[in-house]
């Protein structure tokens, strides 16, 4: 997930289009509203997924180290027995 905000981050700024680029006049001010709306909410989403990802490799390091303390624990008991 970080990587993914890593690469919206490194994403394009706005681009312009007008009539002449997409033929029509609706196009270019369709294309404009989708840029102006992807540039006002890519740093939000790739915020959101950065702290996503956070989250998943605390998650991931937390069980780690509960899978090693029940290994050593298991580990224990075979050994005293």
């Known amino acids: ?13 706005r681009t312009s289009w007008n009539r002449e680029d997409v033929g029509h006049r609706a ?8 840029a102006g709306s992807w540039d006002d ?3 939000l989403l790739s915020g959101s997924l950065r702290d996503v990802g956070k989250m998943a490799t605390d998650s ?4 780690e180290g509960v899978d090693d303390e029940l290994a050593a624990a298991v580990t224990d ?5």
């Open 77 to 81: 008991i075979l050994e005293t027995q």
């Open 41 to 43: 909410k890519r740093e």
């Open 60 to 63: 991931a390091s937390t069980f």
């Open 27 to 34: 196009v270019a001010e369709a294309l404009e509203d989708f």
């Open 1 to 13: 997930m970080t990587g993914l905000a890593d690469a919206m981050d490194g994403t394009a700024s």
